[in-house]
């Protein structure tokens, strides 16, 4: 799992821009304010914390519930993300 550190030399909007490009087109886990997960690789991330994922699986009390191509998840409900192992 990846975690956001600024390093010395780098201002904190910088570091995390360079995070988020890091991670772009990986596995990620997203973390909603309700409990559920949506697992997938991620497409695009914005200011806000809105979320676009391919691939996305969407878990409910770690049990798979539904997949769907193409998700948008909006920022407001957002928890956290963070990175997850390849799928095999």
Known sequence: ???????????????LSQF???IHGRPVVVKLNSGVD???VLACLDGYMNIALDQTEEYVNGQLKNKYGDAFIRGNNVLY?????RRV
């Open 81 to 85: 993300i963070s990175t997850q192992k």
């Open 38 to 40: 949506y697992r997938g």
């Open 20 to 22: 988020i490009n890091q």
């Open 1 to 15: 799992m990846r975690h956001f550190h600024p390093g010395q030399n780098m201002s904190r909007k910088e570091a």
